[in-house]
């Protein structure tokens, strides 16, 4: 009887640290999906419109991309500047201007 409730034991820890982790991970909204672009790469914008994409570290955006401006860069689908640019976008001066309607 006493190895019984210990393996109950065990297996009742189990599930609550599991369901612990997965209650953290699902309030904190946080998930690998949720990124913009991989780990060995940044997001690019289409000059001209709100097109976006994602380079690798290390190289120049794609032709017709650029970076975004220093601290206005979308790092997570919904955050602040993920939202932001979906109305705004670069000239091909670099300027901040509002973004076509497309």
């Not at 599991?18 to 949720?34: F, H, K, P, W």
């Not at 017709?64 to 091909?92: I, M, N, S």
């Amino acid at each position: 009887m006493h190895l019984r409730h210990a393996r109950y034991s065990r297996t009742a820890r189990a599930v609550l640290v599991t369901a612990s982790a997965a209650a953290v991970l699902a309030l904190s909204g946080c998930s690998a999906q949720d990124a913009i672009c991989g780990g060995d790469e940044y997001p690019v914008l289409a000059v001209g419109s709100t097109g976006r994409a994602c380079a690798p570290e290390g190289e120049e955006p794609p032709k017709g991309y650029a970076r975004f401006p220093e601290g206005k860069v979308p790092e997570r689908v919904g955050d602040e500047w993920d939202t932001y640019w979906q109305t705004h976008t670069l000239d091909e001066n670099g300027r901040v201007v509002t973004a076509p309607q497309e």
